[in-house]
């Protein structure tokens, strides 16, 4: 090895530096092109032309440990040739939920744009990180042209915001600005000089506003629930007597989060009342629309979010209803003060120089709590370019024409009962097979029923038809929660999702 290290350094000049040679690159460009290219290839092939295929599986089931199995998951000392790892991305494809598919309706995202799917293959590859104007120019101002338009939907005249991993982190961005807000030296003093702060959600909010009081110091305890009607509304008057409580008991009521679309339901909470009962008590109003702002863009159905401009921040998913691709989640704020700066502000030197040679109020990084941040808001902004507001406003239409389709072919067949008549595109349902539909309506009727949807998912998850989740609720048995999402999805999916179920459980 000593004599083809000398030879190497005398042929090439080569500069030797802790027995590593330094000159020219170390990769095999031409070799790694070639991979990306054979790469896509497979890509293009067992994902985007089979997207809208029905005959094809939702997902290759495996139970975990045959599929550790399969996948040979060991990483070795040496590293494996183009081939074998071209075959390993071909099984990873094979034994994943295809999310794209037409018969996905397990989660609140689904299907696949191809234009939010190329800007993704763009940012991949430019692997960009946006907090400064000079290393992301052009996915900084996307941000902000984006954030400006969803604005507008909103209804603020200006507003602030800033594109982060999820919605719950945009619930624990809002609840962190409105305890600032409140109490502007916790910044630098901490919570030791706090009164107990006290935060209102309604029973069927997310469950990341408990995660982020308790991720926040405030404490899981100091979220008071307020109850919701039959539909899964918050009711106003239930707020205001626990804020009211609040204050009786001593404590600093702050925030109100209201949801836009609850995660099971499809709950729209009463925006204005509860907004009324925020302004007389002084209260910061934040709505989790993640689920239900994207009705914000359809003419027709916006009125689901009647007096959303009166809140104080919102938290929006565009991955969600509009397909724009995860993650890709906005949270937005009335404030135009700088109050999101101000709030999360460190002022790095290494990053952040005033003295730069252009307007550094484009570096909007230190409005973040990440410092790498992917550039989601590229995947909404090109796939808007393409579709259009009213192509956007399509997808929110026929998405909930067809949970509407979904509702009274339920009403038509035996078997199938409605929780309740849905407002947005949760259709949640009942299947009662035919060996319990002449029983007594009492506990043990509830009790084997409660088993049947488990048993259906395991038979649709192995067999590959389809995915579709299932919950209790609220001392409700299990049920089926049907979500329409994917502009890929059309009548007959419908109508297959019932018979489907009808044939999985034609034996229980």
Known sequence: VGVCKQEMLQKKNAVLVDGVILNGPIMDSKAGEKFVEEACKIIMEEVVQKADDVTEKVCEWQAPEKLKQILDLEMRDTGECHQKILQLCRDVIKYSVKTNHPRFFNQLYAGIDYYSLVARFITEALNPSVYTYEVSPVFLL??????????????WEEGDGIFNPGGSVSN???MNLARYKFCPEIKEKGLSGLPRLVLFASEECHYSMKKAASFLGIGTENVYFIKTDERGKMIPEELEKQVQRARKEGSAPFLVCA??????????DPLDKIADICEKHGLWLHVDASWGG?????RKHRRLLHGIHRADSVAWNPHKMLLAGIQCCALLVKDNSGLLKKCYSAEAAYLFQQDKFYDVSYDTGDKSIQCSRRPDAFKFW???KALGTTGLEERVNRALALARYLV??????????????PEYANVCFWYIPPSLRKMEDGPEFWQKLHQVAPIIK???????SMMLGYQPHWGKVNFFRQVVISPQVSR?????LLDEIELLAKDL
């Open 142 to 155: 996307v941000e902000e042209a984006v954030i400006k338009k969803m604005i507008e939907f909103i209804g």
């Open 294 to 298: 994207s009705a914000l863009i359809s």
């Open 382 to 384: 090109l796939m808007w």
């Open 458 to 464: 395991e038979r649709m998850m192995k067999k590959g």
């Open 492 to 496: 007959e999916d419908m109508d297959f």
């Open 259 to 268: 949801t836009a679309g609850t995660t099971v339901l499809g709950a729209f």
């Open 172 to 174: 624990m961005y809002a």
């Open 408 to 421: 009274e072919e339920i009403k038509k067949r035996e078997g199938f009962q409605l929780l309740l008549e």
